[in-house]
């Protein structure tokens, strides 16, 4: 029972860690600076999590009709983008990436699937810490004048933070529902206390 209790709260940490790491700003912080990539790869982050967390995630591709077809207008689009060259090949994946994911959110969610509201929760949680600690972080520099080396703009995960909140007051977890808002109203805070010094400093 206590062995249970353990690997219980161990997966939910790390589905914490998953979010902070993977799916919060941290993530083009520690593959383009740490790693050096040319852009942001949190892709990478994500395999090792994928296998531990395998029994907690289920990531099972439905490949179906829909799918396919899908999947096909979507290179055909990818293709055409290349072929025009009206942007760079790195900004026409930056940005075919984030819908090349709902394609495989919706082939992942489309029909039964075992991942828990819980678990997204979770993860969610994680995401929403990372983007509160880096939005302190670059306020505490520009309190003290130092130009943060990256933008000043931190670009979070705000998906996460809503379903943060809205999964915590579906399942009526009132300590969750406090704890999101509390974080939503710190990063509103830093966020426009940061705009105010870069605008009148």
């Not at 790491?21 to 999590?49: D, G, K, N, R």
């Not at 029994?55 to 055909?76: E, M």
């Amino acid at each position: 029972m206590l062995k249970n209790r353990i690997n219980e709260i161990s997966t939910d940490l790390l589905l914490i860690i998953c979010g902070f790491i993977v799916f919060s700003p941290l993530s083009s912080e520690i593959t383009m600076q740490l790693f050096h990539l040319p852009l942001a790869l949190p892709e990478i982050l994500l395999i090792p999590f994928i296998y531990v967390l395998r029994k907690r995630l289920d990531l099972r591709l439905k490949i179906t009709l829909p799918f396919i077809y899908l999947l096909c207008l979507f290179l055909v689009l990818l293709g055409i983008s290349f072929l025009v060259q009206n942007f760079r090949a790195s900004s026409v994946l930056s940005t075919a990436r984030g819908y090349f994911y709902m394609l495989l959110a919706y082939s992942v969610f489309s029909g039964k699937n075992k991942t828990s509201m819980a678990a997204i929760m979770l993860i969610c949680l994680g995401s929403t810490l990372g983007w509160c600690l880096l939005s302190i972080e670059q306020f505490i520099q520009l309190t003290k004048f130092v130009d943060p080396d990256s933008s000043l703009a931190v670009s979070g995960n705000m998906v996460a933070l809503v379903l943060l909140i809205v999964i915590a007051i579906i399942n009526r977890n009132t300590k969750m529902i406090f704890l999101s808002i509390s974080l939503g109203l710190i990063l509103s805070l830093t966020t426009g206390l940061r705009r105010q010094i870069v605008v009148f400093l």
